[in-house]
């Protein structure tokens, strides 16, 4: 090849040595942040999801301002909801009035399907299917209810009350309500595992049914 031709020939620029400043660099960053983004959102979804307690109904076991997580997975693959569970699900259709808003509670599974409800025996206690329960988890001072009830659990549905019984309204108070007081297992969204927040207090509320 001669000169002339050589001089003719486009001239090819050398490559940096140097990465490429912009969003080929950002990406790097961007990529694990996403990824981490997905999986809180994957956890929320299908895995845990926290929730606030807005009063004082579940005391001394939960007080307002806890926060719990909720484990969405405590239910599925066949597992129910049992006795002494303590719950959080969407009222809508049982305690909620309203169909177009459902609000979000927190309670304590005292009855199941299938299971009869009273209250209350000659020492004042709760009876499942014919046999006191022992609510060592109640608010010092309360008695399990002040209300009379007999209720038989439809199947697929729980009866639910609050340990601090005289501040909460739980099925006793939505007896005429559809459903007689009960709510149905498709509306938990999750058992409550852990108080997580503050920091003072986190706990599992796992075994503490009395």
């Known amino acids: 090849m001669n000169t002339d031709e050589q001089h003719k020939r486009p001239m090819e620029r050398d490559r940096s040595p ?22 809180l959102l994957l956890v929320h979804a299908f895995a845990a ?7 004082g109904s579940m005391g001394n076991t939960l007080e307002a301002g806890d926060r719990v997580l909720a484990n969405k997975l405590a239910y599925r ?14 009222g809508t259709g049982s305690f909620d009035r309203g169909p ?3 609000t979000d509670y927190v309670k304590r599974v005292v009855g199941v399907g299938g299971d009869r409800v009273r209250c209350c025996d000659e020492r004042g206690r709760i009876e499942v299917n ?17 209300v009379p009830f007999d209720i ?6 729980l009866w639910v009350m609050g340990d601090h019984r005289s501040r909460s309204s739980d099925s006793r108070d939505h ?18 595992d852990w108080i997580v927040w503050p920091a003072s ?6 075994g503490r049914d009395g």
């Open 18 to 39: 140097h990465p490429v400043r912009g969003w080929g660099s950002r990406s790097r960053f961007v990529r694990p942040v996403a990824a981490v983004a997905v999986l």
């Open 130 to 146: 014919g046999e006191p329960v022992d609510e060592a988890y109640l608010h010092p001072g309360d008695r399990p209810s002040a």
């Open 49 to 55: 999801e926290p929730f606030r307690i807005p009063s």
């Open 100 to 102: 177009s808003r459902g």
């Open 77 to 90: 693959f066949g597992n129910l909801p049992a006795r002494g569970d303590v719950v959080v699900f969407d």
């Open 201 to 206: 207090r986190w706990t599992s509320l796992r």
């Open 152 to 157: 038989a659990v439809p199947e697929g549905r």
């Open 175 to 192: 007896l005429g309500s559809p459903g007689g007081g009960t709510v149905p297992v498709e509306r938990v969204i999750g058992r409550a």
